[in-house]
């Protein structure tokens, strides 16, 4: 049984920063995509960054490149920065295990999921 538990959400001022992670356990495949979700209240729920087995991420196109998507060797721990946050990135976010190697950003492909960890942006 796969877990995935989210630390590191929390509240900040437009500008700042928050590291996220996520403890990955109970699983021995360790080639399948591990991501980042975020769902705002009212809204779907949207990829913003994956990560495949080598270490090589893919983010969503909102990103543009204040988010970076990193993971401990062993894949045991999944992280995701989040520098220069705006207040449309509060949300709470979660981190997935997809069913399938590369790091397709649709929450189809993704069976194992967190609880989630809330991430307010104020203005």
């Known amino acids: 049984q796969v877990q995935l538990v989210e630390s590191g959400g929390g509240s900040v001022k437009a500008g700042g920063s928050l590291r996220l992670s996520c403890a990955v356990s109970?699983?021995?495949?360790?080639?399948?995509?591990l991501a980042w979700f975020r769902q705002a209240p009212g809204k779907n729920r949207v990829g913003i960054a994956g990560?495949?087995?080598?270490?090589?991420?893919s983010y969503a196109h909102f990103v543009d490149g204040r988010f970076t998507i990193s993971q401990d060797n062993a894949r045991n721990t999944l992280y995701l920065q989040m520098n220069s946050l705006k207040p449309e990135d509060t949300a709470m976010y979660y981190c997935?295990?997809?069913?399938?190697?590369?790091?397709?950003?649709?929450?189809?492909?993704?069976?194992?999921w967190g609880q989630g960890t809330q991430v307010t942006v104020s203005s």
């Open positions: 997935a295990r997809s069913r399938v190697r590369t790091c397709y950003l649709g929450s189809d492909y993704y069976d194992d």
């Open positions: 109970g699983y021995s495949s360790s080639d399948k995509c």
């Open positions: 990560i495949n087995r080598d270490g090589a991420p």
